[in-house]
């Protein structure tokens, strides 16, 4: 009886393992991870884009936040236990891992060319690698951008310049009437000097065009390449002349970024413009309650320099990538490439979609729609060159290479730091 009961007993659990496992296969298909950065107000708005797509697919998506998202991501990656999906820091990180064939070629499952029409070539190039698409853009922030005050230009006969002639032109005529062009700051705390990089790429793209701008951040070209050296000196003539910023390069250096454009509300106005991307409306918001953002100031686009070039636009973004190429997966990235996903994420954080059939009316306002039409009809976007770096040189010595320079160092000097940094961390 006993060796009976016994073996009903092993029967039994062997049936209910039997019927468990199938559910249990079911289940996990059923899921797709996540891991990213976000938190606040960012979480908020990708729990509800998390919600559409199970209210839409059936898939539960399960997401891990970190603050460390690359030492996390590589602890998984080696132990053998990738999430599904992460948001990766941008490009230079996506073809990182695609070399090392981390990546699932999000071709194998996405319609190219519907991708095509709704993104356009500059999203698709900027997520591309070798033969396939790795990286798949869901928002940006545009950063070749300038502030101004419509009603102050009108009221001192400034017109808008077009060209980067015209905007030497326009700082001079500005000098002339005493008043100042440039409002800026780079002071960020532990992060100083970051704004300054993106004065300073945004010229690189204009001077040495886009494929000489990837080789610098790749580091294909030297830092003491004289492309990159013309890049430096054309932002100083601007910062270091006391005569086109307000308060000079000492009020440059102590000035927080987020406090310097309000230079440009003072009665008298400081200042005239400030560079500086979309997302600093909010900063604008705040320290000007009653400004209309769109009528009390707006923006133009940073102008071309050398016409070869063209007007391409920097910026910064989210960007995910898919880890494990299973099924569940493989729906998520069709979502999030889609119009209705994007348009939940940027509509409740004001960020830019990068789906050209995104509905204008999720965004808060005419400039924002204004922003993103920009955005849309740009040829050529590069990824922030910092953030595309590796962490030592990009938010490490190019974080303080412009503040050596604006406080007066040497040119050459601060290159050759640039370099010795670069040679150690590539």
């Not at 086109?244 to 509300?265: C, E, H, I, K, R």
């Not at 099924?327 to 940027?346: L, R, S």
């Not at 590796?390 to 730091?417: C, H, K, Q, R, T």
């Amino acid at each position: 009886m006993l060796k009976r009961s016994r073996l009903w007993t092993v029967i039994f659990f062997v049936v209910v393992g039997l019927m468990l496992a199938p559910s249990a296969a079911l289940a996990q298909g059923n899921v797709v991870t996540v891991l990213g950065v976000w938190g606040g107000q960012e979480l908020e708005a990708f729990q509800k884009v998390m919600q559409a797509f199970t209210e839409k697919t059936g898939i539960e998506v399960q997401f891990e936040g970190t603050r460390d998202l690359p030492t996390v991501l590589e602890t998984r990656l080696q132990a053998g236990n990738p999430p599904d999906v992460a948001a990766i820091p941008g490009p230079g990180a996506m073809k990182q891992y695609a070399e090392r064939g981390a990546l699932v070629d999000l071709s194998k499952h996405l319609d190219m060319d519907v991708l095509a029409a709704d993104l356009g070539p500059a999203w698709i190039e900027l997520g591309s690698y070798g033969d396939g698409f790795y990286g798949l853009m869901i928002s940006a922030d545009v950063k070749s951008l300038v502030w101004y005050r419509p009603d102050q230009f009108a009221a001192k006969g400034y017109e808008v310049p077009a060209t980067w002639a015209e905007m030497e032109a326009l700082m001079d005529q500005m000098v002339a009437n005493g008043d100042t062009p440039w409002a800026i700051g780079v002071e960020s705390g532990a992060a100083s000097g970051w704004p300054a990089t993106d004065w300073i790429e945004d010229i690189m793209l204009r001077t040495a065009g886009p494929q000489v701008y990837d080789q610098w951040v790749a580091h294909e070209i030297p830092w003491t390449d004289p492309r990159v050296k013309e890049a430096f000196e054309v932002f100083g003539k601007i910062v270091r002349n006391s005569d086109y910023v307000y308060g000079g390069p000492a009020a440059v250096l102590s000035t927080n970024f987020g406090d310097s454009v309000s230079d440009l509300f003072t009665d008298p106005p400081r200042a005239f413009m400030h560079r500086q991307a979309s997302f600093i409306t909010s900063f604008i918001r705040d320290a000007n309650p009653d400004v209309v953002i769109g009528k009390d100031v707006n923006f133009f686009l940073f102008p071309p320099i050398k016409e070869e070039h063209g007007n391409p636009m920097l910026g910064a973004g989210d960007m995910l990538a898919q880890f494990n190429d299973s099924p569940a997966a493989a729906e998520f990235m069709k979502f999030m490439a889609t119009a209705d996903a994007q348009a939940i994420w940027v509509g409740e954080l004001g960020k830019l979609g990068t789906n050209a059939k995104i509905d204008p009316a999720v965004y808060p306002d005419d400039v924002t729609r204004a922003m993103a039409e920009a955005l849309a009809q740009a040829e050529i976007f590069r990824f922030d060159g910092s953030d595309s770096m590796p962490a030592a040189v990009g938010s490490g010595a190019f974080f303080e290479a412009p503040l050596m320079y604006i406080g007066g160092e040497d040119i050459d000097s601060v290159l050759e730091f640039l370099e010795h940094a670069a040679q150690e961390a590539y």
